[in-house]
C-alpha cells in the first residue's frame, strides 16, 4: 500500500505546473544520487586509462609472434585490473559505508523503501598489567591506536560492510549513468544554445533531459532493494531465527491446546461420568428394596451422559470442526458467524476449498479475531471477506468497534502473526483509534 501511494505521489501530473514540480524534484533527486554513487567510477576510471597507458606502452612498437602478442596483452589488461581494484579497496573502508547509509535514507524518505542493516560491533579494547593495549588480535603502546585498529578490525571481518562496497561499485555502474542522464541532457543543451547553429539542439536536448528527470531517479529502487539490504547470509540467519520463533510459538500453543483439552475432560465429561458411575452404583443397591428411587437415579444419570455427551461434542468441534472437515471453509465461517454474540456478515469468493492445513489454520484465525471483535472492541456488527487471487487465501475481518488494535497489547495478535507466518503467510492490520478496525490474514495456497 505504501508504494502504491508513493507510485502515485511521484507521478507528474497536475499539467505544466505538476510536471515543472516534478522535473525539478526529479532533477535534484538524480543530483544527489549521482553524488552518492560517482565516487568509485571517478576513482576507478582515472586509473583504468591512466593504468592502461602505462602498461600497453610496454609492448608497443615490439614485433611479435601472434601468440606472444596476445599473452602480452593478456598481461597488460590484468595487470590495469589489478590497479584499478587495489584503487577501489583503498578506497573502499573511507567510502562504502556513509554512501550505503545516505542511500539508504534516501531510499526511505523517496520510495518508502525500508530497509534495515547491522554492523558488527567494535569489540572493547584492555589495558594489560604490562602497560600495552589489547584490542582483541594485537598489542598496542595507546589506547587510541588500539581502539581505531580494533576498529578496523571489525570492519573488514564485517559481511555487511564489504555488502556495502559490492553495492558502491554495482550503483557506480547503473544508478549513477542513468541517473546523470537528465542532468547531462540539460548541461549540453545549455552549451548548445550558446552556439548559434546548434541552438535548436539544444533546446531539444534541453526539453529530453527534463522529461527523463522524473524517471530517472527510479533506477534507485530495484538496485537498492538488491545491494542496500542486509547480507543474504544475514537474511538467511534472521529467516532461520524467525522459523525457530515460530516453532517455538507453535510447540507453546500446541502444549496450551492439550491443557485446555485435558482440562475440559477432566472438569467436564470425565467428573460426570464420575458421577455417574457412582449413580449407577447406588441405584443398582436399591433397584431391589426401592425401585422407585432406583429408577429416579438411573434417570438422573441418563440425563447426565446427555450432557456429558454435548460437552464431548462442543470439545471435539473446537479441536476439528465437523463442519470445517464435511462443508469447508466458507460453511465453517458462516457457522461461527451464526453462534458469534455480535451481527457477522460473511461474503466469500473463494472458488473452492484450500488446502486443509491452510483451511484450519484460516478459520481459527477468523475465529480468533471475531471473539476479539466481541470481547475487546464492543463491535456491533462485524464484516469477514473471503476471497482468492493470485494464489492468495485472504480472510478479512472488519467491525466497527473502537479500534486501536495493537499485537503488543496481549489481544494474541502476535501470536496470530507468527502462526500466520508459519505458512508463509501475513497479518495486515488497519486499526485506527476510535475504528473500524480491518484485519487481513493472507496465505499463500492451491485451491483443491
Known sequence: MGEGNERMRMSPGGGPLGWCAASARGLYRSAVLVGLTCVMALVAVPVGVGGSEVAYSWSAGRREPLVVSVLATLGETLVVIAWVAIALWVVHPLASRPLAGAARRRAADWLDLRLEVAYRAVPPVTRMATGFWWDGHEYHKTEREARRRAKVHAWFRDPQFHWDGLWAVVASVTVFPVAALPLLGLGYGVFLLFTPALAGYGAASIVAGLAAAPFAWRVLRPVAARFLGPVPSTRLGRRVAELEAIRADLTQTQAAELERIERGLHDGAQARLVAMGMSMGIAEQLVDTKPEAAKAILAEARASSATALDELRTLVRGINP???TERGLVDAVQALALDSPVAVDVHSQVPSRPERPVESAV??????????????????????????????????????????????????LRGLERRMNAFGGRLEIDSPVGGPTRITVAVPCELS
Do not use: C, I, M
Open 322 to 324: 465437523p463442519v470445517l
Open 363 to 412: 478459520y481459527f484465525a477468523v475465529a480468533e479475531l471475531l471473539a476479539n471483535a466481541a470481547k475487546h472492541a464492543a463491535a456491533r456488527r462485524v464484516t469477514v471477506e473471503l476471497g482468492y487471487d493470485g494464489r492468495v487465501l485472504t480472510a478479512s475481518v472488519q467491525d466497527d468497534g473502537v479500534g486501536g488494535a495493537d499485537p503488543s497489547s496481549g489481544s494474541g
